[in-house]
């Protein structure tokens, strides 16, 4: 009888646990070699699907998800892996955003799990254990094939070019605006950044591009010509106009503006059947009209009879946690895990645009993140302001972020205990009747989910 060793998701969860995790700051050497060999000893289960490949700095997750719910719309049954998770691990390998049942993930984690288990350093690649991220990334192509399904949306976890998930050989790959993030993995600057992302780039394979950085652009440019890779851009192929944003949701007409001048615009004209298209979805925010309009880029690509109504389907079918997810609406209670400054502009454009005044906010980090941009962004617009840890997960110093926003605000509070401080915002937001915005780190808005969960 073969030996069962996961009864539990939690089980699974504390097993990839245990090995090294970038993700809580721990370092490693970022390499393909080892995630090659485990793969192909488990008789390479990243292969054998439809496949589209996300990478970027702000915007993949959702971008990665509307395509998944709309090519799981056509009836195509889709694997959709994402990062970070909020509430459980298993968040990060779904069925194109619902849950794969639990026998599926505990039944690939025992493939995975057999493949590491009594091994030392030395019987791997590069004498270094596996990684938390590279496990995770192995049990969820295992899952995918275990679940049968015929296509795969994969978010890229850090950078690109060297990251776990590049050994897919995919169909299709988007990229997501690039901003300064993980500078000591990425390098320093915009167009170091951009060629790590482009890094998913492969040759003759189609890669859609929402780049309103020049510099990013022509890397990424540079990279699809060297590759003969057919490159789509949200501004030169679809433009984007009448934007509408409320409570609501988010909807957008997209025009193809482009397609007299190339000769691969079939799978546009057929997708526009003619040269607009309207889409809307539930997410909330005016970033989401340019996601939208990528991910109808990249749908346009997909070797699969991906149709409009399949797009307008799925894009209005998706549901992401913490990307300006509206909890509570009386007063307004906001999450989103908006982490750099580019993506905070974006958040409270909207935030502003949409939440009465009082304004009351509530701010965590990790250490590693640009908190002074952040603060000055953020504090002339809330009356008070909580700022604490991201919860445990993370490596954070609250202190230097504290100052980062006493210096602009005097109506700012330092406490560090994560649980606490959301009791107070909370309690703050609740007397006064203020609007509500949690933001600074996905870990932090976890934590408010766990709190508010357990105090209904």
């Given at each position: 009888m073969k030996q069962v060793h996961f009864t539990s998701i939690d089980e699974v969860y504390a097993f990839v646990m245990g090995f090294v995790n970038v993700e809580k700051g721990q370092a490693t050497e970022f390499k393909l070699d080892?995630?090659?060999?485990?793969?192909?000893?488990?008789?390479?289960?990243?292969?054998?699907?439809?496949?589209?490949?996300?990478?970027?700095?702000?915007?993949?997750?959702?971008?990665?998800?509307?395509?998944?719910?709309?090519?799981?719309?056509?009836?195509?049954?889709?694997?959709?892996?994402t990062s970070p998770h909020i509430l459980s691990w298993k968040e990060r390998m779904t069925e194109a955003g619902d849950e794969?049942?639990?026998?599926?993930?505990?039944?690939?984690?025992?493939?995975v799990f057999a493949l590491t288990a009594g091994k030392r350093p030395d019987d791997f690649p590069g004498s270094e254990l596996p990684t938390y991220f590279e496990l995770t990334t192995l049990i969820a192509f295992c899952a995918f094939r275990r679940a049968d399904f015929r296509a795969q949306?994969?978010?890229?976890?850090l950078g690109g070019r060297l990251d776990s998930t590049n050994i897919v050989a995919s169909d299709v790959a988007a990229i997501t605006p690039i901003e300064l993030e993980h500078t000591q993995f990425l390098g320093s600057t915009?167009?170091?950044?951009?060629?790590?992302?482009?890094?998913?780039?492969?040759?003759?394979?189609?890669?859609?591009?929402?780049?309103?950085?020049?510099e990013a652009l022509e890397v990424i440019q540079a990279r699809a010509t060297?590759?003969?890779?057919?490159?789509?851009?949200?501004?030169?192929?679809?433009?984007?106009?009448?934007?509408?944003?409320?409570?609501?949701?988010?909807?957008v007409t997209l025009q193809a503006t482009n397609l007299s001048s190339r000769g691969d615009s079939a799978a546009l004209q057929r997708l526009f059947g003619g040269t607009?298209?309207?889409?809307?979805?539930?997410?909330?925010?005016?970033?989401?009209?340019?996601?939208?309009?990528?991910?109808?880029?990249?749908?346009?690509?997909?070797?699969?009879n991906i149709r409009a109504e399949h797009i307008l389907r799925g894009f209005r079918s998706t549901r992401i946690p913490a990307r300006f997810e509206i909890i509570a609406r009386s007063p307004l209670l906001v999450l989103d895990g908006a982490h750099t400054p580019e993506s905070i502009r974006g958040v409270l454009t909207t935030f502003l645009e949409l939440a009465p005044g009082p304004r009351h906010l509530l701010f965590a980090c990790a250490h590693d993140k640009r908190h002074e941009e952040m603060a000055r962004l953020l504090a002339p617009h809330f009356e008070e302001i909580t700022?604490?840890?991201?919860?445990?997960?993370?490596q954070s110093d609250p202190i230097a972020v504290f100052q980062s926003f006493s210096t602009l605000k005097a109506e700012c509070a330092l406490v560090e205990n994560t649980k606490m401080a959301i009791e107070r915002a909370a309690r703050i937001a609740r007397e006064e009747r203020a609007s509500l915005l949690v933001t600074g780190s996905f870990y932090l808005c976890a934590e408010f989910k766990k709190w508010k969960s357990g105090s209904e």
């Open positions: 080892r995630m090659r060999w485990m793969a192909e000893r488990l008789d390479n289960p990243h292969l054998g699907r439809v496949t589209v490949h996300v990478a970027g700095s702000k915007g993949k997750g959702s971008v990665a998800t509307l395509i998944a719910r709309a090519i799981q719309a056509s009836g195509t049954r889709t694997g959709l892996y794969i049942p639990d026998e599926i993930i505990l039944s690939a984690a025992e493939e949306v994969i978010e890229v976890g915009i167009p170091l950044i951009a060629g790590e992302k482009a890094g998913i780039i492969k040759p003759r394979v189609p890669v859609c591009a929402l780049q309103p950085k020049i060297a590759l003969h890779a057919p490159l789509y851009v949200v501004g030169k192929d679809v433009s984007l106009r009448d934007i509408l944003v409320n409570l609501e949701g988010t909807a607009t298209l309207k889409v809307s979805t539930d997410l909330v925010g005016s970033v989401y009209a340019g996601n939208m309009a990528l991910a109808t880029l990249a749908l346009a690509q997909v070797p699969l700022v604490t840890r991201p919860g445990s997960f993370k």
